[in-house]
């Protein structure tokens, strides 16, 4: 008979308290009266087998003194050895524990035997064995104890195996849905960025805000007039240590302004969204009027502060108008003009590299947006400051299908004491390879009119951690273990959607679909059991059938032939008599758990959250076409670092 059951009995079935444990056996005899392994046969020849020193539970990691148990389904295992060679099983007794982790209560693991223990089928000699604990004899949070006893058919050992403690933890624990919550899914954070082509003139920057490459021409110079006299421009971006102007603080900016966030936003950045874009990394323009002479000072100077804009509209009729559109526009203020000057004229040259637009002449306005005629300063000799000008474009798109639009510009500027005009370049909405600054049009989503976007933002779809828990745990898990940690703002890690125009076919030849995806991952799933307090539960799978980095999708780096192979969990209640869910590993396919390395993830998640998390996603108003990425954000768990500790809920 195993010690677990010798203790049983000697002790009286049912629950026996620590103090009332039997004196430990004798090495001559093991205590035999009851019998569960087997019978004890004490005239057998032969030496008693043991159980291995260091018993362990769960899913093989330890966290400081005990097992650390991220599932429901618990397995205890420990060696055992039998000097003789033969077979050996173990029987496994556990017990609570009292506020020093010494044994308190004895835990009924089974109803099969009177005495509540657990009995390993026989293994050989210096194997495992193992027994799974029937699902809701252990309770989540609670720390347990254990050790084994180990028997060869005819002999019981004599000794106890030292004690092992364990609790069941959660990877993540949250509570039910919230009633209500102030999360607002689609909600998206303007993006510092940098660009790709700002022109010769100026700086190309890493993102770091660090030079990547030095200006190749900061100055360019028209052809000297009849009198010698040549006007030159030259650009220089903010300083950095430069203190944003009173007006930047304002809290909305000028009436002309295309995007109204724009103007408060400090010089010597650029900005973005999904649909629009303010560049205050132009810097001032400074104009030098001079004769031939180089030796001689400048006649005289002008200089000015630019910045443009650029806005995207998703959808036909949101600019007013019956077309896909999206307008440009520049900002001029002059800080100072020289009398000699006389007045200084700037015409603004945006280009537009597109088959299916067309483009409206400058409308220029003053700064409370009422028709400026153009960009033309006179001299101010009486302390006033410059009126500024705001010259905008309107480009509309009647195009099929879709089109990335390059996009470059540039300033000429003339001034009334003559020589001829100097441009300078602002470059380009950026490298073939990133264009950043290109807007792309489509008449490609249904359910939405044709319009423009920025692709080059990834927006982020924030789950509402408030009322799906559940779901939310799920993905920031997935985030955090999957290799390529894909979604993660944290790791900057993008999933790309799957759209409508993918060229990936399935079967029958029809563009794969997110169901096609969602099949080959969750096709041969089944629900695992599960405390009622959670409900019915479906399969949810990460990274989502909607995405390129599906387990599903064929092709992709996380592509699995069966969702055997993704990482298996499963959400359950944490302790009785408390709304307190948790997210643990399921088991019945990978006895250890999730091990980091799977590319793709299956979970038992409540069917309702399973099915409402991503129902606003919003892929028609964000114009999501194939292969375009973004973030999916978990506010509620973003707190947490590490997934070796239970991750606990916030509300968000």
Same mark, same amino acid.
């Given at each position: 008979?195993?010690?677990?059951?010798?203790?049983?009995?000697?002790?009286?079935?049912?629950?026996?308290?620590?103090?009332?444990?039997?004196?430990?056996?004798?090495?001559? $005899?093991?205590?035999?009266?009851?019998?569960?392994?087997?019978?004890?046969?004490?005239?057998?020849?032969?030496?008693?087998?043991?159980?291995?020193?260091?018993?362990?539970?769960?899913?093989?990691?330890?966290?400081?003194?005990?097992?650390?148990?991220?599932?429901?389904?618990?397995?205890?295992?420990?060696?055992?050895?039998?000097?003789?060679?033969?077979?050996?099983?173990?029987?496994?007794?556990?017990?609570?524990?009292?506020?020093?982790?010494?044994?308190?209560? $004895?835990?009924?693991?089974?109803?099969?035997?009177?005495?509540?223990?657990?009995?390993?089928?026989?293994?050989?000699?210096?194997?495992?064995?193992?027994?799974?604990?029937?699902?809701?004899?252990?309770?989540?949070?609670?720390?347990?104890? !254990?050790?084994?006893?180990?028997?060869?058919?005819?002999?019981?050992?004599?000794?106890?195996?030292?004690?092992?403690?364990?609790?069941?933890?959660?990877?993540?624990?949250?509570?039910?849905?919230?009633?209500?919550?102030?999360?607002?899914?689609?909600?998206?954070?303007?993006?510092?960025?940098?660009?790709?082509?700002?022109?010769?003139?100026?700086?190309?920057?890493?993102?770091?805000?660090?030079?990547?490459?030095?200006?190749?021409?900061?100055?360019?110079?028209?052809?000297?007039?009849?009198?010698?006299?040549?006007?030159?421009?030259?650009?220089?971006? /903010?300083?950095?240590?430069?203190?944003?102007?009173?007006?930047?603080?304002?809290?909305?900016?000028?009436?002309?302004?295309?995007?109204?966030?724009?103007?408060?936003?400090?010089?010597?950045?650029?900005?973005?969204?999904?649909?629009?874009?303010?560049? $205050?990394?132009?810097?001032?323009?400074?104009? %030098?009027?001079?004769?031939?002479?180089?030796? $001689?000072?400048?006649?005289?100077?002008?200089?000015?502060?630019?910045?443009?804009?650029?806005?995207?509209?998703?959808?036909?009729?949101?600019?007013?108008?019956? !077309?896909?559109?999206?307008?440009?526009?520049?900002?001029?203020?002059?800080?100072?003009?020289?009398?000699?000057?006389?007045?200084?004229?700037?015409?603004?040259?945006?280009?537009?590299?597109?088959?299916?637009?067309?483009?409206?002449?400058?409308?220029?306005?003053?700064?409370?947006?009422?028709?400026?005629?153009?960009?033309?300063?006179?001299?101010?000799?009486?302390?006033?400051?410059?009126?500024?000008?705001?010259?905008?474009?309107?480009?509309?798109?009647?195009?099929?299908?879709?089109?990335? %639009?390059?996009?470059?510009?540039?300033?000429?500027?003339?001034?009334?004491?003559?020589?001829?005009?100097?441009?300078?370049? !602002?470059?380009?909405?950026?490298?073939?390879?990133?264009?950043?600054?290109? /807007?792309?049009?489509?008449?490609?989503?249904?359910?939405?009119?044709?319009?423009?976007?920025?692709?080059?933002?990834?927006?982020?779809?924030?789950?509402?951690?408030?009322?799906?828990?559940?779901?939310?745990?799920?993905?920031?898990?997935?985030?955090?273990?999957?290799?390529?940690?894909?979604?993660?703002?944290?790791?900057?890690?993008?999933?790309?959607?799957?759209?409508?125009?993918?060229?990936?076919?399935?079967?029958?030849?029809?563009?794969?679909?997110?169901?096609?995806?969602?099949?080959?991952?969750?096709?041969?799933?089944?629900?695992?059991?599960?405390?009622?307090?959670?409900?019915?539960?479906?399969?949810?799978?990460?990274?989502?059938?909607?995405?390129?980095?599906?387990?599903?999708? /064929?092709?992709?780096?996380?592509?699995?032939?069966?969702?055997?192979?993704?990482?298996?969990?499963?959400?359950?209640?944490?302790?009785?008599?408390?709304?307190?869910?948790?997210? !643990?590993?399921?088991?019945?396919?990978?006895?250890?758990?999730?091990?980091?390395?799977?590319?793709?993830?299956?979970?038992?998640?409540?069917?309702?959250?399973?099915?409402?998390?991503?129902?606003?996603?919003?892929?028609?108003?964000?114009?999501?076409?194939?292969?375009?990425?973004?973030?999916?954000?978990?506010?509620?768990?973003?707190?947490?670092?590490?997934?070796?500790?239970?991750?606990?809920?916030?509300?968000?």
């Amino acid at each position: 008979m195993a010690v677990g059951a010798v203790l049983a009995v000697l002790a009286g079935v049912g629950t026996a308290s620590a103090s009332a444990l039997p004196p430990e056996p004798t090495a001559s $005899k093991a205590p035999v009266s009851h019998s569960v392994a087997g019978p004890e046969n004490a005239a057998a020849s032969g030496a008693r087998p043991a159980s291995g020193s260091s018993p362990s539970a769960g899913t093989g990691y330890k966290y400081g003194s005990y097992w650390r148990v991220v599932t429901p389904d618990v397995v205890l295992r420990n060696t055992v050895t039998d000097p003789d060679g033969g077979t050996v099983n173990l029987t496994f007794e556990v017990w609570t524990t009292d506020s020093s982790g010494k044994p308190k209560d $004895k835990v009924k693991l089974t109803d099969t035997n009177p005495y509540g223990v657990e009995v390993s089928p026989y293994v050989a000699s210096g194997k495992t064995a193992q027994v799974p604990i029937e699902y809701g004899r252990l309770k989540p949070g609670i720390t347990y104890t !254990f050790h084994t006893n180990a028997y060869d058919g005819s002999l019981y050992e004599t000794d106890w195996s030292p004690w092992a403690n364990f609790r069941i933890e959660p990877y993540v624990s949250f509570p039910a849905p919230q009633a209500s919550s102030s999360i607002d899914p689609v909600a998206q954070k303007i993006i510092e960025f940098t660009r790709t082509d700002p022109g010769p003139a100026l700086p190309t920057l890493r993102k770091d805000g660090t030079i990547l490459k030095a200006p190749a021409q900061k100055r360019t110079c028209g052809v000297p007039d009849a009198q010698g006299h040549k006007l030159c421009i030259e650009l220089n971006p /903010p300083s950095k240590t430069a203190v944003t102007p009173p007006r930047a603080s304002a809290p909305g900016g000028p009436a002309a302004d295309l995007v109204d966030w724009c103007y408060g936003k400090p010089s010597g950045k650029n900005y973005m969204n999904r649909t629009e874009a303010c560049l $205050k990394n132009i810097g001032g323009g400074t104009l %030098i009027f001079t004769d031939t002479d180089p030796d $001689k000072p400048a006649l005289g100077t002008a200089a000015f502060t630019i910045e443009q804009r650029l806005k995207a509209y998703p959808k036909k009729g949101d600019s007013g108008s019956d !077309f896909a559109e999206f307008d440009q526009q520049i900002m001029l203020e002059p800080t100072h003009i020289d009398p000699v000057l006389k007045g200084v004229h700037m015409r603004w040259n945006p280009g537009t590299s597109c088959t299916n637009c067309t483009t409206t002449k400058t409308k220029w306005t003053d700064g409370a947006n009422n028709p400026a005629g153009d960009a033309y300063w006179t001299v101010v000799t009486d302390g006033r400051p410059y009126d500024d000008r705001w010259g905008t474009i309107q480009t509309r798109w009647s195009g099929t299908g879709k089109e990335t %639009i390059d996009l470059d510009w540039s300033i000429t500027a003339t001034v009334d004491a003559g020589g001829n005009p100097a441009t300078a370049d !602002f470059g380009t909405s950026g490298i073939h390879a990133v264009r950043e600054l290109a /807007p792309r049009c489509d008449n490609i989503r249904k359910g939405i009119a044709p319009g423009c976007v920025l692709p080059f933002f990834k927006p982020t779809f924030t789950v509402d951690t408030n009322l799906y828990p559940a779901a939310g745990a799920y993905y920031w898990l997935m985030q955090q273990k999957m290799p390529y940690h894909e979604g993660s703002v944290r790791w900057d890690s993008l999933l790309s959607y799957l759209g409508t125009d993918t060229t990936v076919k399935n079967s029958k030849g029809d563009p794969w679909t997110s169901n096609d995806s969602r099949t080959k991952v969750c096709g041969s799933w089944t629900a695992p059991p599960l405390d009622p307090s959670v409900g019915s539960v479906d399969c949810d799978e990460y990274a989502m059938a909607s995405t390129h980095e599906s387990g599903g999708f /064929p092709g992709g780096r996380n592509q699995v032939t069966s969702g055997d192979q993704c990482a298996q969990l499963l959400t359950d209640k944490v302790r009785d008599g408390a709304a307190d869910f948790g997210l !643990f590993a399921d088991t019945r396919k990978a006895t250890n758990g999730p091990t980091g390395k799977e590319p793709c993830g299956r979970a038992a998640v409540p069917s309702e959250q399973n099915r409402k998390a991503f129902t606003g996603y919003p892929d028609p108003p964000w114009r999501m076409l194939d292969n375009d990425e973004f973030f999916v954000s978990n506010p509620g768990f973003e707190h947490c670092t590490s997934v070796h500790t239970t991750c606990v809920w916030r509300k968000a």
